[in-house]
Every structure is written in structure tokens, then in C-alpha cells.
């Protein structure tokens, strides 16, 4: 059995942090032990939402070749 641990939907409205959402992505990588930089990105863009995901879209669109590093 795989141990997960699921990350909260970040919308980008309100009184979400951003720093505290990728603090916790961060954390959720280091006790995944997961360090493949596709699987880091899937499980980010998976847990956004509304806003951020479009802007999320929009910036992609923009640079398609955008590592984990500069998302």
C-alpha cells in the first residue's frame, strides 16, 4: 500500500497564501520522498483550482517548456 498524502485546493482568491500552499507542497514532496520533476508538477497543477489553474493554464501556454523550478 502507498502512503499520500493529499494537498488542499488552492483557488488564488481571498485570504489563500500562496507561500503557505507551496510550503506545503514542498513538505508533501519531502515525506513522499518524490523527487521526479514531472510527478512534482502533476501533483501541483492537480491541486489547483479556479483561478490559480487558469493562470496556471495561461502561463504554460505562454512557456511550454517551463520546468518545476520556475513554476
Given at each position: 500500500?502507498?502512503?499520500?498524502?493529499?494537498?488542499?485546493?488552492?483557488?488564488?482568491?481571498?485570504?489563500?497564501?500562496?507561500?503557505?500552499?507551496?510550503?506545503?507542497?514542498?513538505?508533501?514532496?519531502?515525506?513522499?520522498?518524490?523527487?521526479?520533476?514531472?510527478?512534482k508538477?502533476?501533483?501541483?497543477?492537480?491541486?489547483?483550482?479556479d483561478?490559480?489553474l487558469t493562470?496556471?493554464?495561461?502561463?504554460?501556454?505562454?512557456?511550454?517548456?517551463?520546468?518545476?523550478?520556475?513554476?
Open positions: 500500500m502507498v502512503n499520500t498524502i493529499k494537498l488542499y485546493l488552492f483557488v488564488g482568491v481571498g485570504n489563500e497564501d500562496p507561500d503557505q500552499f507551496w510550503f506545503m507542497v514542498r513538505v508533501m514532496w519531502e515525506a513522499q520522498r518524490v523527487t521526479n520533476d514531472n510527478i508538477k502533476a501533483t501541483l497543477v492537480s491541486a489547483l483550482q483561478r490559480a493562470s496556471y493554464i495561461k502561463h504554460s501556454n505562454d512557456h511550454p517548456n517551463v520546468g518545476i523550478i520556475e513554476i
